[in-house]
């Protein structure tokens, strides 16, 4: 089905038409309609027009108005104020377009103009090392960008760029071969192993080879000579260094299964996925100029880059011994997500702190030719999470906190608030459904705080207001969609409940309508800029519209069929609006709470 304009874009464009009807030389002004408090919407355009043609703005408005044609789209449009245009729109309209939304099961999203394919670089965990808060971010809102880009028509290309290269895994692989049975898993029976196991078992044998690296200069030698050989190839160490990697994956995998997240092995494209380009990569950026030697390592200089010295600080492709930085490895991953993968946007959701870093790397593959005006980099760097006393998250102990126990306390609290609500659903609510709903909602709360952030900002993670019923919280949104999925099943009636435009709104019928005829526009807002706070916000208002339209207009008591028809027609298409845009967001709705 065709996309369906919302009431703001058809009011934009009347006034457009009467704008160039009043003033053909001015026929591409902007009207600048928005939403208003004191009307449907109100159009401020003719203030900033009379102030350039040196004119009366009211005048300018009362003309604009004149050549409005209303049509059966507006009620009303009187000029108010220095020179706005407040505008009402018929009910019939509100309702109608809302019909056209409910008859199409993207609600009316259009896919976006020219479609595209981006790569989206997001939850990085390092193999060997437990995920901890710090991680929590980039799943997340990675996830809910892939999750949006996709519903409007990009082809996306997921990629988890993890830490799986590196002198580390010296130290590791040389361990584990003189301490053969570490990663072993006794007494399983060849029972799959736990995810919870595999974080055991690395977390102990990375805290061993570290113990003996730092005590012992014979093995740290060894250690050393290994790394060679990983980066060389050697066979048996490559195997060695498998076991690592695949023991991490069974970790990542139960931890991204419980953010309710789909992560793909062949989305995992770690450090190790480009080690075979670093070679030519540097001889490509040496023969173009574009890095030089210093003092024996290949390095990038940039003018306005420079330390706390005065000196420049260069961007470190190759090191004087021979290794090989980060830089080469995503200059690297560049080449291949553009020539390769053929993508127009790359995508980095990542630490701000690393934000030097991707502008370095992004100005070097500029000066190469790589990004163009074709092809674009972009690093959306998120903040970090907060403890309650506003600094870096951490235990009681000051040490980073896990992100299984952090996940785990916030389903804990949930399932106290679910099954406190439990013997209120009809019929009362399982053990085992008060488990799933536990899991859906404290899932559902960390990843809502999270995204109902701007990325860039920092944010406090307090899981006593995040699974709060009131306020701001993914809790709050879910028991509205609950709440009208319980009033759509006490109607019976399993077919959708049909609109009448025909029938006067109430105030709060009308502002519930209008919210939900903005969710297309919120969608594109969002794909476009990155941003999926913008779609948190707007469920927020529009669980808050529906919570006032329900208090004041009953709806299976309505005052006659058709009148309780439409509202189970709005209440039905604001659960479907809750239940996409949530899903944007990775977030469940469960149909009872």
Sequence with gaps: MA??????????????????????????????????????????????????LKTNPRELAGQVAAQVDAGDVLADVEVSGPGFLNIAVTDAAITSNLAARAADDRLGVPYADAP????????QPNVAKEMHVGHLRSAVIGDSLVRVLEFTGETVVRRHHIGDWGTQFGMLIQYLDEHPHEL??????????????????????????????????????????????????????????????????????????????????????????????????????????????????????????????????????????????????????????????????????????????????????????????DVTAIQLAFGTVLGKDGKPFKTRAGTTVRLEDLLDEAIDRASSVVREKADKAVPPLTEAEIAERGTQVGIGAVKYADLSTSAARDYKFDLDQMVSLHGDTSVYLQYAYA??????????????????????????????????????????????????????????????????????????????????????????????????????LGIRTPERL
């Design 3 to 52: 996309s369906v304009p919302s009431l703001a874009t058809r009011v934009r464009q009347r006034v457009a038409d009467a704008l160039a009807a009043a003033l053909p030389q001015e026929a591409a002004a902007d009207p600048l309609l928005r939403r208003s408090d004191r009307a449907d919407f109100q159009a401020n355009g003719m203030l900033a027009l009379a102030k350039r």
């Design 116 to 123: 595209g394919t981006t790569v989206v670089d997001y939850a």
């Design 184 to 373: 072993d898993h006794g007494g399983t029976d060849g029972a799959a192993v736990s995810g919870e196991e595999a974080a055991s078992n690395l977390n102990r044998l990375y805290k061993a080879a570290r113990a003996v690296f730092d005590a012992d200069d014979a093995f740290k030698e060894r250690a050393r000579r290994r790394v060679v050989a990983l980066q060389s190839g050697d066979p048996e160490t490559r195997a060695l260094w498998q076991r690592f990697v695949d023991e991490s994956k069974l970790y990542f995998f139960s931890v991204f299964d419980k953010l309710d997240m789909e992560v793909r092995d062949a989305d995992i494209v770690g450090e190790s996925g480009y080690n075979d380009m670093l070679d030519e990569t540097c001889e490509l950026l040496a023969d173009a100029g574009v890095a030089v030697d210093s003092e024996g390592a290949l390095c990038v200089f940039f003018d306005d880059i420079k330390g706390q010295d005065g000196q420049p600080v260069p961007l470190i492709v190759r090191k004087s011994d021979g290794g090989y930085g980060y830089a080469a490895t995503d200059l690297s991953a560049i080449r291949d997500r553009v020539f390769n993968l053929k993508a127009q946007t790359l995508l980095y959701v990542v630490d701000h702190r690393q934000s030097l870093h991707f502008r370095m790397v992004f100005e070097t593959a500029r000066r190469m030719g790589w990004l163009d005006g």
């Design 483 to 584: 709440r009208i999925r319980s009033i759509l099943r006490r109607a019976g009636d399993t077919a959708r409940p049909a609109a009448h435009p025909e029938l006067p709104l109430e105030e709060a019928e009308r502002a519930l309508g209008l919210h939900v005829d903005g969710f297309a526009a919120v969608v594109a807002e969002a794909a476009e800029e990155y941003a999926p706070h913008k779609i948190a916000a707007y469920l927020y208002q529009l669980a808050s519209h529906f919570t006032t339209f329900y208090e004041h207009c009953p709806v299976l008591k309505a005052d006659t069929p058709a009148q309780v028809e439409n509202r189970l027609f709005l209440s039905d298409l604001t659960a479907r609006t809750l239940h996409t845009g949530m899903s944007l």
